[in-house]
Structure formats: structure tokens, C-alpha cells
């Protein structure tokens, strides 16, 4: 059945980025949870829920405490919509279609729907975005581990679960579960409500759950197949799914922004603070000599940007202060001579600690056009284990051993040559 909301209060509405492929359920006018592509494998994706009041959580429930979740719809939606009308009036103004008991293929799915653990502490992310922002103003810059930034996100592959769920793990009721699942075994087939959308041909939003969390759960523990009433959202603009990201930024720890951030490419960046000249993602945007940092204050990095590209002379130190990579770039690209370096603790049983740091090289790489055009690489005990010529960065020849040992420095260029 489809229909259009002209005079929908907004109250639930769905948000989307096109270029960053991220996406909000907002509730009372509120970010209840934001999810953002990871650029990773295809369908990673990460999602953090926003702390929100309890009027918010409570306020779906609440348009819906007098419709009936027992009765079958699928040859009623008329009826359906009428009883959902309450709901219905806190959507966004646009076009929909409602529909009954959806086929979603339950049993391949191992889970009800993605759930976070828990919702981000707004008191605790506003005091690490005040930390932040104090070592932001002085060109210094947290940076953090490849597990830090996952640190309290919802990391998920989209394949493996049909519902997004806006509530927490923490917010199931084991007993409202315990008691839909008897109710279900009684031989009732309570209903869920879902809300999904679409913009263009493309475009498709996730499926959230708005109302059933508890049955859904209990209909997997009992391999069930649910019934569902389906809303869809039909965007026709970008204006009517328009994200707020300024109001995002401000509720996201900072390692998970740095996320987010990152998978932006250069012309985003730029095209986006164009459109927003004041934007609070401004202050993201690196000029100038930066100096990155571990999470308890010690240097990680070193490195001149322009424009959030980078540029010039980088270093990197180990977080024991070993320096682990010395190397160049030009506007973004990798250029010359790149050394990476054991650490000294690692090493200090094999070489006598007064050994020149030169001892110390692991690898080296010599780049051309963006692409490491040599390898060497070295063990322990300072030799040469392994010299590797890529042509036109892709085909790779590893040198044979006896080439290897009659490697030196002055003989190196004929070594390729000959290779």
C-alpha cells in the first residue's frame, strides 16, 4: 500500500551521506545510532548508539501501546495502516509504502539484528573531545592503534544480519524475551515493525527495527520465522535525508571520528568544508607541520601537510622512541628512499649496542610514481636476506641467493640491471 505524509512531525527519520556511504536513525529529533562503511571488506560496517532521553526511547512505544501485535495483517494493510497511524504521524513528510509479513529469508541468518553493547557516555566523550581539541590547538594529534579505533563501536558485515536494532544489549529484557517466546510457542504470532528506505535506484538504507526487538529475539532462539510490518521510505531528494553531520562530529569519541574521517577521500574533505566554511570538522583539516602522538602523550609521528595532504619528510618512532620508518612524500605520494628500522630491544642480543643505527635497518624501498620500485630486506644480524625489483609496480623478480651474496653498494645498480 503506498501513501504520503504531508504533516509528519519529523520524530523518526532516516539520514544518509552519499559520499561517505554513513547513515542515522534519528528518534525525538535525536542521532540514536550512526553507522559508516569501513572501507574494509565489503559490507564492514561500524556502529556506535547515542545516549538519548528517556522520553525518546520510550517514544515509539508509546505511539503504538494500543495496536494490536496479534493480528495477522497480510490481507489487511488497510487496517494496518490505520492501526499504525499514531506511529505514522512521528515519520518524516514523504512517500511510503506499507506492506505485511515480508519474506526475509530468516533462516539464513545466525542473528535477530545487529546489536550494540552498550550507548557512548556523553559526559565521557565530550571530556576525550576537550582533550583532544587542547592538544588539536598546539598541531599535535592523537592518533591511535588499529584496535583503538574499534574501542566501544558495534563492528559488524552486514551479510550476516537483517535488522539493524536501535536499542542496546543492555536495554533486552531477558523475561520480555522469556515471555514472547512462550507466547510464541502458544501458537501467537506477535508482529515486529520495520523501517527501511531507498533513494533513487541505488540507494537502499539499512532495515531498522523500530518496534519488536524482544520478538525477533525470541522468534530466532525458536527458528521462527517472524511476521513483519514493512515501512518504506521513498527519498526524493537528498534534502528530505540530509545528515547532520556537524551535530555527529560532537557526539563520536574522537578515535571514532578519526575513522569515519579517514575513510573521506581529498576531494570530499575539500568539497565538503567548501559547502561549510564554519564547520566544526575544520579544525580535521591539516596544515603545517604535525606532530602525531600515541594515546599517553609520546611522539608517534612527525610530518608536514598541505591542504590534508602530506608532504615532505615523515618519521615514525616506535612507542618504546626507536625511530621505525624514515621517508619522503610529494603531495601525498611516496617518494625515494623509505628505511624501516628494527627496534634496538629487538636486535640487542645479536649487534653490540654501539653499532651505527645504519645496523638497525630492516627494510629499505625505493619508490617511483607512488610504487616501490625495490625491496631489500634485512635480518638481525645485519645482512641482506632478500632483494626484490618490481617492474611497473606490479611484476615482482626476487634475486637468487648468489646474487644476494655478491651484492655491495657500489655493484647494486648493475645487480638490477642485470636481473
Not at 515486529?192 to 525470541?218: M, N, Q
Amino acid at each position: 500500500m503506498n501513501f504520503k505524509i504531508t504533516d509528519g512531525k519529523g520524530l523518526i527519520a532516516l539520514e544518509y551521506d552519499f559520499n561517505q556511504y554513513s547513515e542515522c536513525l534519528t528518534i525525538g529529533k535525536e542521532p540514536a545510532l550512526f553507522l559508516w562503511d569501513d572501507c574494509d571488506d565489503p559490507g564492514d560496517e561500524n556502529m556506535v548508539l547515542f545516549s538519548i532521553t528517556k522520553e525518546n526511547q520510550n517514544r515509539i512505544n508509546n505511539a503504538l501501546e494500543e495496536v494490536d501485535f496479534n493480528i495477522d495483517y497480510r490481507d489487511k494493510v488497510e487496517d494496518l495502516f490505520q492501526s499504525l497511524q499514531p506511529l505514522l504521524e512521528l515519520m518524516q513528510n514523504g512517500n511510503y509504502r506499507l506492506s505485511f509479513s515480508e519474506d526475509k529469508a530468516w533462516y539464513i541468518y545466525s542473528n535477530a539484528a545487529v546489536f550494540g553493547e552498550e550507548r557512548l557516555d556523553k559526559k565521557d566523550v565530550e571530556e576525550e573531545i576537550r582533550k583532544y581539541d587542547e592538544k588539536l590547538s598546539q598541531n599535535l594529534i592523537y592518533t591511535y592503534e588499529s584496535y583503538d579505533v574499534y574501542r566501544d563501536t558495534c563492528c559488524f558485515n552486514i551479510y550476516e544480519y537483517p535488522f539493524i536494532a536501535w536499542k542496546s544489549e543492555k536495554e533486552i529484557d531477558t523475561e520480555l524475551v522469556k515471555y514472547y517466546t512462550d507466547l510464541i510457542l502458544s501458537g501467537v504470532r506477535p508482529f515486529a515493525v520495520i523501517l527501511k528506505g531507498k533513494y533513487g535506484k541505488d540507494d537502499y538504507f539499512h532495515e531498522y527495527i523500530l518496534d519488536g526487538h524482544h520478538k525477533l529475539c525470541a522468534y530466532k532462539n525458536l527458528k521462527i520465522e517472524p511476521l513483519f510490518a514493512i515501512i518504506e521510505f521513498f527519498a526524493e531528494e537528498e534534502s528530505e535525508i540530509k545528515m547532520d553531520m556537524e551535530c555527529i562530529s560532537q557526539m563520536l569519541y574522537p578515535w571514532q571520528l578519526n575513522h569515519y574521517y579517514d575513510t573521506w577521500n581529498a576531494y570530499s574533505k575539500q568539497n565538503y568544508l567548501q559547502k561549510n566554511p564554519d564547520s566544526l570538522l575544520k579544525k580535521h583539516f591539516k596544515n603545517g607541520f604535525i606532530t602525531l602522538l600515541y594515546p599517553d602523550d609520546r611522539k608517534r609521528a612527525e610530518a608536514f601537510y598541505i591542504n590534508d595532504v602530506i608532504d615532505g619528510e615523515y618519521k615514525y618512532w616506535y612507542n618504546n622512541g626507536d625511530l621505525c620508518v624514515l621517508g619522503n612524500y610529494a603531495l601525498g605520494k611516496r617518494i625515494n628512499k623509505w628505511m624501516y628500522y628494527f627496534s634496538i630491544s629487538e636486535i640487542e642480543g645479536n649487534n653490540s649496542a654501539s653499532l651505527a643505527k645504519e645496523a638497525y635497518i630492516k627494510d629499505e624501498y625505493i619508490y617511483k610514481d607512488g610504487y616501490p620500485l625495490v625491496h631489500k630486506r634485512w635480518d638481525k644480524e645485519g645482512k641482506i636476506s632478500f632483494i626484490e625489483y618490481s617492474k611497473n609496480g606490479s611484476t615482482k623478480f626476487s634475486l637468487a641467493e648468489e646474487e644476494i651474496m655478491q651484492y655491495s653498494s657500489e655493484r647494486y645498480e648493475n645487480v638490477i640491471k642485470k636481473k
